[in-house]
């Protein structure tokens, strides 16, 4: 069965620390997203990947690093986190086209930076 | 542009009637339409989609419309029940080597028994 798996599921940080969320997809989907959730704002697009060692730029990248070194994972990265990073993140994965072309969710990683 | 607008942000239905959702997307080179449906403290699931060559689709209780000319795209949802009661997400993707997906701001609906 298709599933993208993000870890942790939870995590509370400083602000100025580092963080990094992991994203595992064992469907051999080529594209996988970063996204963030908020209230009023629905799912923004912060990094996203075409395969392994590609990372494109999303929508909201500032404070934000991606890094795909292999099909299966994907990571987000911030260096400096801050309060406003505070939010849900969701990892994606998915085909370029066909049936399985729209993203399939992880479960989330709710951050708080404090 | 590459925004898609989503309305209403909140909706209260009657059990047993529709609801209706709209999104606008500002980026014609678009072609495909999926949409989420998300439970409180879960991930959004894919429902239904919708691709350019088509103008209709429609299962399960629930039907999407596509208007290219206008870029406009509907999700309809017949006969709600309870269990509909959730936050619905469009999104507007164009494979045209950017597999970018653009989410509205989304949509709760309550569906009131």
């Known amino acids: 069965e298709a599933a993208v798996t993000q870890s942790p599921r939870n995590k509370v940080a400083v602000t100025g620390g580092k963080v990094t969320l992991s994203c595992n997809q064992t469907n051999n989907h080529n594209n996988m997203y970063w996204y963030r959730q908020d209230t009023g704002h629905g799912l923004r697009l912060i990094h996203y990947?075409?395969?392994?060692?590609?990372?494109e730029k999303g929508d909201i990248p500032d404070g934000y690093k991606a890094s795909r070194p292999s099909q299966e994972n994907f990571s987000l990265i911030l260096e400096l986190a801050t309060p406003s990073q505070t939010s849900v993140y969701f990892c994606?994965?998915?085909?370029?086209?066909?049936?399985?072309?729209?993203?399939?969710f992880g479960e989330g990683t709710r951050l708080s930076v404090l | 542009g590459e925004q898609v607008e989503q309305l209403p942000s909140i909706l209260r239905v009657q059990e047993g009637s529709s609801a209706s959702i709209n999104c606008t997307y500002e980026n014609s080179a678009s072609n495909y339409f999926p949409w989420y449906k998300q439970e409180p403290g879960e991930n959004p699931k894919l429902i239904i989609d919708?691709?350019?060559?088509?103008e209709r689709k429609q299962t399960q209780g629930l039907i999407v419309l596509l208007d290219k000319k206008a870029k406009r795209f509907s999700l309809h949802i017949t006969d709600t029940q309870p269990g509909d009661s959730a936050m619905y997400f469009c999104?507007?993707?164009?494979?045209?080597?950017?597999?970018?997906?653009?989410f509205g701001a989304g949509t709760r609906l309550k569906v009131i028994a």
């Open positions: 994606a994965s998915g085909d370029a086209w066909g049936s399985n072309q729209a993203p399939l």
């Open positions: 919708i691709r350019s060559n088509m």
């Open positions: 990947s075409y395969g392994a060692g590609s990372t």
């Open positions: 999104a507007a993707s164009a494979d045209t080597g950017n597999y970018k997906y653009v």
